[in-house]
C-alpha cells in the first residue's frame, strides 16, 4: 500500500490570514462577534488519505491466471497491476512497484498464494491469505531473461525457463534456487549446430512427473527425464512453436505453429507427428498442403469422459480474411466453431472441473483475455453462450469525457434508477451462473447510497450503483438519440466544430432530489433531461437556438439577441405540447457567404419514442456567427425549482427557461459588468479557424492532447507542464482579453448589500476571478408559472479573488450548507387530479434556507473557491471575514465543498499533486497530503470529491480510483474489503482402478525434494538471483513505523503482532487437527483397501 508523506496541519497553530473588506470598523467588527456564535467541530484528526478500491477493467493487461479449486481469476498488465476477482462485488486491486509488465501468472493451488513473473526477469510470491495482498519473496535473476514458467499442482518446485534456452528450478516456499539446472546444449541434439531459441513452454508429463516436456521457439520439444537428467525423445519441426498442450493420459501432446497449424505427436514416435490440422487453412484438391495461415498463439486440449476432446485455440486465421475479428476457434468432434471477439485476444483459459492434470478434464467454460474485455464463454451450452458479466469492466465502452460523484444520495434514486435499466439488459446470456465465485464479501460498514455519472466520447451517460465500495452499472442515456447521424463523412455538414465524437460530453449537471439532468456536450449543445417511469413518443423534439457573440466594439441591448418570438402557450400544464420552434434550415448564410446561424447538429424532426428513464425536455444549440464557430461551453447549472438553466463559455452567458422553452438572458461577458467592467479590452480580431479534435478522450494513453478541447475551462499543457491561460479554445490573440464563464450557482439569498431578506438569484464566476450576481424575479407557481415571464436583472454585485472562480456555496447563520432550492421528483407522463393540480399551484420550491422567517439581523456566508484561494464572504454586508491562500505557485484544479460528520468543509485538488481541506466558515487548514502529481488532463478533468469523505478520478481509460480523506472510512476498510481465501478441501485425487494398479498404469509421482534440494543439487551459483524479501509480512510494517507518529504506530504494531502470533498459532492448531484428521481418514481408508484382499494382491 503506497505510505504518503502526511502534513497535518495542527489545530490553531496556523494564522489564518483574515481580510476584512468591510466599509467601517464596526462593521467589522460586528461581522467578526457574529462568526465567533459558529462551532466548527472537524479537526485534523478527523481526516486521512487512502485508497480504497480500484474498478474497471485493468488497463493493457497481459497475463491471466486462474485457481480451479478457489476459484478466483488474476489478471496482470503492462504496467505491473495485478487484479484479483471473486464472486461479483470481491475485487482486489495491487502493484508491483516496478511497474515492469507482468508476463506470466501461476497460482499455488489452493494455497492462497500466487507467483508473478515479470520483464524485468523478476519473480514474484504473493500472499492472498490476507484482504490486501503483499509480497513475502522476491527472486531477480541478473543474468538470464524469464520467458515461460510452470508450478505442478501440489508441488512446490518452479520451473523457470529462459531466453538462453536453459531451465532453473525455484523453491517456492523460501524463494531460492535449486542447483538442479537443465542446460539448452544437454536437452537438444547434440549434432545439432544451432541454438533452439527461448524456452515457449515446460510442463510434466500428467502420468509421470519425472518427465519435463520442454518446448523451445525454434520448433525442437524435448522429454527430459528429471532423474537420469538426460532428453527420453526429442520432436523436431520446421515450424516455430508459440504453445504446447498435453492429452491428460499423457500418451499424446499438441503444438500449435506459426504457419496456422496444430501438430498431435505420440510420445513414443518422435520421427513424425501423429497428425497435422490447418484449422483455417483452405483444402486444396490435389493433395498439396493448405495454404499456411497466421499463427495459432495458443492452443488447449480437453478431455471429457462422455465424449469427444475439445481443442481450443486462439489466431489461426487465413491471410485472406482481412477485417476479419480475432477469433477464439472451438474444436469438437467432427464440429468446428468460430467465435469473434470485439478486440485482439490477450490469452485465455479453458476451466475444468479438475485440478488435477491426470485425470478427464471436463471443460466447462472458457476465459477470454481480450485487449479491453474479459469474455466468458459457456461450453456446455449448444451455441457457446457467453456467461453475462457482473463486474464493472465497461466503464471504457466509450471513452470516459467526465464524471461526477454523488455520496449520500435519496434512497429512492439507485431502485428508481436500477428499474428502468433492468429493461436495457441484452438476452442471449448463458442460464448458468457465474463461475469465477470464489472469496467473501466484506462487512458493509457503510449504509448510505452513492452513485457514479460517468459521460462518454460517443455521447452517452452511465450511472453506478457506487454504495460501499462496490460498483454496479444502473442506467445508461444516449444523448446522441436526438440529432440526425450522418451516414458517411461526405454528406456530413461542415458545421462541426470537432471532427470526431461530436456528440461528446463534457459536463454534467444534476440534481438528485428532482431528478433534472442536464449535460453540456462538446458541438456547444445543451440537453436537459426529465426522469419518468413512462414511455412516451415525443412528436418534436422542443428546441432552442441562441447566437452568443463576443463584441466589444458592437455592444448588443441588454436582453442580448432571442431566437424569434415564441407563441404564447395555452392553458395545458403539458410542458411537451409547447413547440417553441420550427427546425431552421440546414444552412444559412451571412452576405459576405460566411456560415451563419446555423447549428452544429441537426435535431430529429420525426417523432422520438423515449423509453422510461431519462427523457428530452429541451435541445439547446449555440450557433455559428459570421463564419465564427460557437465555442464550447465552460460552464453549466440547472435548477428545477426556478425551472432555469444557465451555461456559459469564453463568449458569454446563457439563461434559458425551460418551461417556457425561452431564452431569458444571452449576454456576452463584458457585458455583465455593466459600467463596473474594471478591465481595458481590445475590440478583437475576427477567428474563422476551425477547433482542432482530439484530446477530450483518447483512449491511447501517449497521445499528445491537441490545443484545447476539453481542459478545464482555464488550463494549457505546454510538454507536459502546467500553465495558465485564461480561456478555452481559444487564439494566443483573444487569450488575455477573453473571459469565460467558469462558475454558476442558483441559491436563495442576499444579493445586495441593502437586502433585507434572501431572494431566488444566479451567482456567476469568470476565469478573471470575478464573481457577479443575478437577481431572479419569479412568477408564482403553478398555471401562472408558465404564463408569466421570467425577469433576470443585474443586480450590480461584483466580488474578486486571484484566478478563476472554481466553486461557489453559500451557508446559513449556523455554518450549515444551504443547498439550491430544488422540487421534489414527480412523475410528469401522468394527467394530475384536481387535487394534485391545486397543491402544485401552491407548491414552493423545497428550501432549506430559512428564506420567509430571516429577520434582517441573519445573515449567511458565501464560500468561493478559485484556484488561487478561497474566501468567505458575510451577507448581505459583502466583508471578507476569511481568506486563505491555497497555492502560490500551482492551481487548484478541483475544489468542493462536502460533508463530513455532520459538519462540511472545503476539499481542493491542486495541479501540484496536493489533497487540501479547509474547515468552514473560517478556512482552518485541516490536511495537506501529497498524493498525485498531475501527469494527465484524464485526471483533470475526471477528479470529484464529494460527501463523506469520498473521491474519485480516472486513474487510467478504463479504471476508476476512489479513496477517502475520512479517518473513519481508513479505519473501517479492513472490515468491508472481501476475502479473496477462503478455506476449502482439496478434490480428491482420481481413483487409479484395479488394472492399473496391478499392471503398473497411473500417475507415477516424484519425489522432486530428493532431486533439486540441496543435498542432492548442491547449491545455486550466487550470480544467477538475488533473494529479496517482500514487505508482506510484519517486518516490513516495522520500517514503515517511524516519524511523528512512530509510537502511536509502534502501539497498534504491537496489537497487530501479539493478533499475527496468535492468528498464526491458531492456523497451526487449525493445520495439526486438519493434518490428524486426514492422516487417521487415509490409515482407515488404507484398511478397508487391503481388508479382503489375498495375499498375490498385495
Known amino acids: 500500500m503506497r505510505k504518503f508523506n502526511i502534513r497535518k496541519v495542527l489545530d490553531g497553530l496556523t494564522a489564518v490570514s483574515s481580510v476584512a473588506s468591510a466599509s467601517s470598523a464596526a462593521q467589522q467588527q460586528q461581522a467578526g462577534n457574529r462568526e465567533t456564535e459558529i462551532q466548527e467541530t472537524l479537526q485534523s484528526e478527523h481526516f486521512q488519505l487512502c485508497k480504497t478500491v480500484r474498478h474497471g477493467f485493468p488497463y493493457q493487461p497481459s497475463a491471466l491466471a486462474f485457481d480451479p479449486v478457489q476459484k478466483i481469476l488474476a489478471i496482470g498488465t503492462q504496467t505491473g497491476a495485478l487484479r484479483l476477482f471473486g464472486r461479483p462485488g470481491v475485487e482486489c486491486y495491487c502493484q508491483h512497484d516496478s511497474g515492469a509488465a507482468v508476463i506470466q501468472l501461476q497460482f499455488l493451488i489452493n494455497e492462497g498464494a500466487l507467483v508473478s513473473a515479470l520483464a524485468d526477469d523478476t519473480l514474484h510470491l504473493w500472499n492472498l491469505r490476507q484482504k490486501r495482498p503483499a509480497i513475502l519473496h522476491s527472486l531477480k535473476f541478473n543474468r538470464e531473461r524469464i520467458t515461460f514458467c510452470h508450478l505442478p499442482f501440489q508441488s512446490k518446485w518452479l520451473y523457470v525457463g529462459t531466453e538462453r534456452g536453459n531451465i532453473h528450478i525455484v523453491n517456492v516456499e523460501s524463494f531460492t534456487l535449486s542447483g538442479y539446472v537443465i542446460m539448452w546444449n544437454k536437452a537438444i541434439e547434440l549434432s545439432s549446430k544451432s541454438h533452439p531459441g527461448p524456452i515457449v513452454h515446460i510442463s510434466d508429463n500428467p502420468m509421470d512427473e519425472g518427465k519435463l516436456l520442454i518446448g523451445f521457439e525454434s520448433g525442437t520439444v524435448v522429454l527430459w527425464d528429471l532423474k537420469s537428467k538426460k532428453a527420453d525423445y526429442r520432436y523436431t519441426h520446421d515450424e516455430a512453436i508459440h504453445s504446447v498442450a498435453w492429452h491428460h493420459e499423457g500418451k499424446q501432446f499438441i503444438c500449435s505453429h506459426s504457419d496456422g497449424t496444430l501438430t498431435i505427436w505420440n510420445v513414443k514416435s518422435p520421427t513424425k507427428p501423429f497428425q497435422t490440422i490447418t484449422p483455417h487453412g483452405k483444402q486444396l484438391k490435389d493433395g498439396k498442403k493448405p495454404e499456411p495461415c497466421k499463427p495459432i498463439l495458443k492452443v488447449e486440449y480437453k478431455t471429457t469422459r462422455a465424449g469427444e476432446p475439445f481443442i481450443i485455440l486462439s489466431g489461426g486465421l487465413s491471410y485472406d480474411t482481412v477485417g476479419r475479428r480475432p477469433c477464439l476457434t472451438v474444436m469438437h468432434g467432427k464440429s468446428t466453431a468460430v467465435l469473434e471477439m470485439d478486440y485482439s485476444i490477450v490469452d485465455f483459459l479453458t476451466l475444468c472441473e479438475t485440478p488435477y492434470p491426470n485425470d478427464f478434464q471436463e471443460p466447462y467454460a472458457v476465459v477470454v483475455l481480450l485487449e479491453k474485455d474479459l469474455v466468458l464463454i459457456d461450453l456446455a451450452q449448444n451455441g457457446y453462450p457467453i456467461f453475462e458479466n457482473p463486474y464493472p469492466l465497461t466503464i471504457h465502452e466509450s471513452p470516459v469525457t467526465c464524471c461526477e460523484y454523488f455520496a449520500d444520495c435519496p434512497v429512492d434514486l439507485i431502485p428508481a434508477l436500477y428499474s428502468v435499466g433492468a429493461r436495457q439488459k441484452r438476452q442471449g446470456y448463458s442460464k448458468k451462473e457465474w463461475p469465477i465465485s470464489g472469496g467473501n464479501w466484506g462487512l458493509i460498514t457503510q449504509s448510505y447510497p452513492e452513485i457514479i455519472i460517468t459521460g462518454h466520447a460517443d455521447g452517452s451517460i452511465k450511472f453506478w450503483d457506487a454504495s460501499a465500495i462496490t460498483l454496479q452499472v444502473l442506467y445508461k442515456l444516449k444523448t446522441a438519440k436526438v440529432f440526425e447521424k450522418s451516414r458517411n463523412k461526405d454528406d456530413r455538414p461542415n458545421t462541426d466544430i470537432v471532427d470526431e465524437d461530436p456528440y461528446a460530453?463534457?459536463?454534467?449537471?444534476?440534481?438528485?432530489?428532482?431528478?433534472?439532468?442536464?449535460?453540456?456536450?462538446?458541438?456547444?449543445?445543451?440537453?436537459?433531461?426529465?426522469?419518468?417511469?413512462?414511455?412516451?413518443?415525443?412528436?418534436?423534439?422542443?428546441?432552442?437556438?441562441?447566437?452568443?457573440?463576443?463584441?466589444?466594439?458592437?455592444?448588443?441591448?441588454?436582453?442580448?439577441?432571442?431566437?424569434?418570438?415564441?407563441?404564447?402557450?395555452?392553458?395545458?400544464?403539458?410542458?411537451?405540447?409547447?413547440?417553441?420552434?420550427?427546425?431552421?434550415?440546414?444552412?444559412?448564410?451571412?452576405?459576405?457567404?460566411?456560415?451563419?446561424?446555423?447549428?452544429?447538429?441537426?435535431?430529429?424532426?420525426?417523432?422520438?419514442?423515449?423509453?422510461?428513464?431519462?427523457?428530452?425536455?429541451?435541445?439547446?444549440?449555440?450557433?455559428?456567427?459570421?463564419?465564427?464557430?460557437?465555442?464550447?461551453?465552460?460552464?453549466?447549472?440547472?435548477?428545477?425549482?426556478?425551472?432555469?438553466?444557465?451555461?456559459?463559455?469564453?463568449?458569454?452567458?446563457?439563461?434559458?427557461?425551460?418551461?417556457?422553452?425561452?431564452?431569458?438572458?444571452?449576454?456576452?461577458?463584458?457585458?455583465?459588468?455593466?459600467?463596473?467592467?474594471?478591465?481595458?479590452?481590445?475590440?478583437?480580431?475576427?477567428?474563422?479557424?476551425?477547433?482542432?479534435?482530439?484530446?477530450?478522450?483518447?483512449?491511447?494513453?501517449?497521445?499528445?492532447?491537441?490545443?484545447?478541447?476539453?481542459?478545464?475551462?482555464?488550463?494549457?499543457?505546454?510538454?507536459n507542464s502546467f500553465s495558465r491561460s485564461r480561456s478555452s479554445s481559444v487564439t494566443s490573440i483573444d487569450k488575455e482579453t477573453r473571459e469565460a464563464i467558469s462558475a454558476l450557482h442558483f441559491c436563495e439569498t442576499f444579493t445586495r448589500k441593502a437586502d433585507t431578506s434572501p431572494s431566488p438569484s444566479l451567482w456567476v464566476g469568470t476565469t478573471l476571478g470575478t464573481v457577479l450576481v443575478i437577481v431572479l424575479n419569479l412568477p408564482p407557481g403553478g398555471e401562472q408559472r408558465l404564463l408569466q415571464p421570467v425577469i433576470v436583472s443585474p443586480s450590480g454585485t461584483i466580488l474578486r479573488l486571484k484566478g478563476a472562480i472554481l466553486r461557489m456555496a453559500f451557508l446559513d447563520t449556523t455554518g450549515s450548507l444551504v443547498p439550491p432550492a430544488h422540487e421534489p421528483w414527480r412523475e410528469h407522463n401522468v394527467p394530475e387530479d384536481k387535487d394534485e393540480k391545486d397543491k402544485s399551484k401552491k407548491r414552493r420550491p423545497v428550501s432549506v434556507s430559512p428564506s420567509s422567517s430571516q429577520e434582517i439581523s441573519e445573515n449567511q456566508y458565501a464560500?468561493?473557491?478559485?484556484?488561487?484561494?478561497?474566501?468567505?464572504?458575510?451577507?448581505?454586508?459583502?466583508?471578507?471575514?476569511?481568506?486563505?491562500?491555497?497555492?502560490?505557485?500551482?492551481?487548484?484544479?478541483?475544489?468542493?465543498?462536502?460533508?463530513?460528520?455532520?459538519?462540511?468543509?472545503?476539499?481542493?485538488?491542486?495541479?501540484?499533486?496536493?489533497?487540501?481541506?479547509?474547515?468552514?466558515?473560517?478556512?482552518?487548514?485541516?490536511?495537506?497530503?501529497?498524493?498525485?502529481?498531475?501527469?494527465?488532463?484524464r485526471i483533470a478533468r475526471t477528479f470529484c470529491f464529494t460527501n463523506n469523505g469520498q473521491a474519485l478520478y480516472l486513474v487510467s481509460p478504463t479504471e476508476i480510483q476512489r479513496l477517502t480523506y475520512s479517518q473513519e472510512t481508513c479505519e473501517n476498510l479492513q472490515e468491508m474489503l472481501g476475502e479473496l481465501f477462503t478455506p476449502v478441501e482439496t478434490p480428491e485425487a482420481p481413483n487409479r482402478g484395479f488394472f492399473k494398479g496391478l499392471f503398473g498404469g497411473g500417475a507415477q509421482s516424484l519425489d522432486r525434494e530428493e532431486l533439486f534440494g540441496e543435498s542432492a543439487s548442491g547449491k545455486a551459483s550466487r550470480s544467477l538471483a538475488q533473494h529479496i524479501p517482500g514487505p508482506g509480512g510484519i517486518e516490513g510494517v516495522k520500517g514503515a513505523a517511524s516519524g511523528v507518529v512512530g509510537e502511536l504506530a509502534r502501539a497498534r504494531l504491537a496489537l497487530d503482532e501479539r493478533g499475527q502470533k496468535l492468528g498464526e498459532l491458531e492456523e497451526k492448531t487449525a493445520a495439526m487437527l486438519y493434518s490428524a484428521d486426514s492422516f487417521s481418514k487415509h490409515a482407515h481408508e488404507m484398511m478397508l483397501k487391503y481388508k479382503d484382499k489375498k495375499w498375490y494382491q498385495f
Open 863 to 937: 464560500v468561493i473557491c478559485s484556484e488561487k484561494q478561497a474566501k468567505v464572504i458575510s451577507l448581505p454586508s459583502q466583508n471578507c471575514i476569511y481568506k486563505q491562500n491555497i497555492t502560490e505557485t500551482s492551481f487548484v484544479l478541483r475544489g468542493d465543498i462536502v460533508s463530513l460528520s455532520n459538519s462540511i468543509c472545503l476539499a481542493c485538488f491542486c495541479a501540484n499533486g496536493h489533497i487540501m481541506t479547509f474547515s468552514l466558515p473560517s478556512l482552518r487548514p485541516l490536511l495537506d497530503v501529497y498524493y498525485l502529481p498531475l501527469t494527465n488532463m
Open 505 to 719: 460530453i463534457q459536463i454534467i449537471s444534476w440534481c438528485p432530489e428532482s431528478r433534472m439532468l442536464c449535460i453540456a456536450g462538446v458541438s456547444a449543445h445543451v440537453i436537459i433531461y426529465r426522469f419518468s417511469k413512462q414511455e412516451v413518443t415525443t412528436e418534436v423534439i422542443p428546441m432552442l437556438e441562441v447566437r452568443l457573440l463576443y463584441e466589444i466594439n458592437d455592444v448588443e441591448s441588454p436582453d442580448g439577441e432571442q431566437v424569434p418570438p415564441l407563441p404564447t402557450p395555452g392553458t395545458g400544464s403539458n410542458p411537451q405540447s409547447i413547440v417553441p420552434q420550427s427546425h431552421p434550415s440546414t444552412s444559412s448564410s451571412s452576405s459576405d457567404g460566411l456560415r451563419d446561424n446555423v447549428p452544429c447538429l441537426k435535431v430529429k424532426n420525426s417523432p422520438l419514442k423515449q423509453s422510461p428513464g431519462y427523457q428530452t425536455e429541451l435541445v439547446i444549440q449555440l450557433v455559428w456567427v459570421s463564419g465564427e464557430p460557437p465555442q464550447q461551453i465552460t460552464s453549466l447549472a440547472v435548477n428545477s425549482a426556478y425551472g432555469l438553466v444557465v451555461f456559459g463559455n469564453c463568449n458569454g452567458i446563457a439563461m434559458v427557461d425551460y418551461l417556457q422553452k425561452t431564452v431569458l438572458l444571452n449576454l456576452g461577458t463584458v457585458e455583465l459588468y455593466g459600467s463596473n467592467d474594471p478591465y481595458r479590452r481590445e475590440p478583437r480580431s475576427p477567428r474563422k479557424t476551425r477547433q482542432p479534435s482530439g484530446g477530450l478522450c483518447d483512449i491511447n494513453e501517449g497521445a499528445v492532447v491537441p490545443e484545447d478541447r476539453c481542459k478545464s475551462p482555464t488550463s494549457d499543457v505546454k510538454d
